[in-house]
């Protein structure tokens, strides 16, 4: 099978950077800067909002990790994974909005609402990257990803800062809540492009007499499991995310509340640290990209979990604000390159035709990973605190040691995956793809 892919148009390339530029709303509204320090502090309050806040991540993200291979599989047969994509996009959506709900004290509705539109927003980008190879040939995908993750970077800014003004003149829980409607809105809107612009190439395969797409999905996926030998160099590629990815996504969906508990960083100063955090992603995710077609994908990314975890270490002994301001800012950059690198190595990894179905177990291993890791530390940062206070500390001095233990567990998982990285063969893993 031939791994040529069609001219895409400027347009067509345009609408799928627009798509990210979208997208990345809701992870610096919602997982970044606002709900989960709201969450944490005002929905449930103390220790115990770190440990739900880490449950209701380990739930949505179980759910993607099991779906995800299977709806990868039929997209991929059917030709359908632009409406898959907008079937979770309009899902986040909605849930997103319907955060607006999330008051004090409301913890199963806000958890609910949460776990859905997290299940809408992993589950789309399953979709969403599988598009990638269908735009860009393996030459220049580093380049593409990674301008479309700088881009998606961007509108996390720009919808943080349309939130500041907001939440500065205004004050209180009310304008905090408006602000996840106006996400819902954000995300939804540059997502149109996407949607009128950008033509799928796949064509729908037909179904078998006798069977439906569930049954064809399966068999496909068992053949690929079976058909493992051919590519082992992507299998242990996803061996190292499924454990490097634990610690990237632990420091995203805890950086607020690390921020609120050990630095007591206000709702708008979170907003502001985020900014300055999306403007190095951009950054990050510019040279990253750009590192990968001249020095390769896996070097790169080699480079960029270095640098996390140094990040991650100074974070423990961090003590002041501009400490925190700045490790976050160096850790938006090193995220950047762990994330757009990834995607891309899928994307080089995968056989012609098969780009949704890999994408499928991309997301099965981060999700997998993803629903472990912040279990871990909600537990861990709860339950150290709990010992802490045991031992005579206050309660406010008990939750920072705690949290802080629990950072040390973030280290170590991408120390993990570093060590399991060293063992994927990259040019291996393309000749693999090559000779399909």
């Known amino acids: 099978m031939s791994n040529t892919v069609l001219a895409s148009t400027r347009r067509e390339r345009i609408a799928w950077y627009l798509y990210d530029f979208g997208n990345s709303a809701y992870a610096s509204v919602v997982l970044l800067a606002v709900f989960s320090a709201f969450f944490q502090k005002e929905v449930v309050g103390g220790a115990e909002g770190t440990r739900m806040w880490g449950l209701a991540v380990f739930v949505a993200m179980l759910f993607v990790a099991i779906t995800a291979p299977v709806l990868g599989a039929i997209a991929d047969f059917s030709g359908s994974k632009k409406r898959f994509l907008f079937f979770y996009t309009a899902m986040a959506c909605c849930f997103t909005a319907g955060l607006f709900f999330a008051e004090k004290g409301a913890v199963l509705f806000a958890m609910g609402c949460f776990i859905i539109a997290e299940i809408g927003y992993r589950s789309a980008q399953v979709f969403y990257d599988a598009l990638l190879p269908e735009i860009a040939s393996h030459d220049e995908m580093g380049r593409v990803a990674g301008t479309g993750w700088a881009i998606g970077s961007a509108g996390g800014i720009v919808v943080l800062l349309i939130i500041l003004p907001l939440i500065l003149i205004i004050k209180g829980t009310l304008i905090i809540r408006f602000s996840l409607v106006i996400t819902a809105i954000f995300f939804a809107l540059f997502t149109v492009p996407l949607f009128l612009w950008l033509q799928e190439r796949a064509q729908p395969q037909k179904l078998p007499r006798g069977e439906n797409y569930l049954m064809v999905a399966l068999r496909q996926l068992q053949k690929t499991i079976g058909a493992t030998q051919r590519f082992k160099e992507f299998l242990k590629f996803m061996l190292a995310f499924l454990i490097y990815n634990d610690g990237v996504i632990m420091a995203l969906d805890f950086a607020a509340i690390l921020g609120g508990v050990l630095f007591g960083l206000k709702q708008e100063e979170l907003i502001i640290l985020m900014i300055i955090v999306q403007a190095a992603n951009v950054i990050g995710a510019y040279i990253f990209g750009r590192m990968v077609d001249r020095v390769g994908a896996k070097r790169s990314l080699n480079i960029s979990i270095v640098l996390m975890i140094l990040i991650v270490l100074a974070l423990y002994f961090a003590q002041t604000k501009t400490d925190y301001f700045v490790i976050a800012s160096l850790?938006?950059?090193?995220?950047?390159?762990?994330?757009?690198?990834?995607?891309?190595?899928?994307?080089?990894?995968?056989?012609?035709?098969?780009?949704?179905?890999?994408?499928?177990?991309?997301?099965?291993?981060?999700?997998?990973?993803?629903?472990?890791?912040?279990?871990?530390?909600?537990?861990?940062?709860a339950e150290?605190?709990?010992?802490?206070?045991?031992?005579?500390?206050?309660?406010?001095?008990?939750?920072?040691?705690?949290?802080?233990?629990?950072?040390?567990?973030?280290?170590?998982?991408?120390?993990?995956?570093?060590?399991?990285?060293?063992?994927v063969n990259e040019q291996r893993a393309r000749e693999a793809v090559r000779e399909t």
């Open 384 to 423: 150290a605190t709990v010992w802490f206070q045991a031992q005579g500390q206050a309660v406010a001095l008990a939750e920072q040691a705690g949290h802080r233990v629990a950072i040390l567990s973030i280290a170590a998982f991408l120390i993990v995956g570093l060590a399991l990285l060293w063992f």
């Open 331 to 381: 850790a938006g950059f090193a995220m950047a390159g762990i994330q757009s690198v990834s995607r891309t190595m899928v994307a080089l990894f995968a056989p012609p035709g098969q780009s949704a179905e890999f994408y499928g177990f991309f997301a099965m291993a981060g999700r997998t990973s993803s629903f472990i890791g912040p279990a871990v530390f909600g537990w861990l940062a």
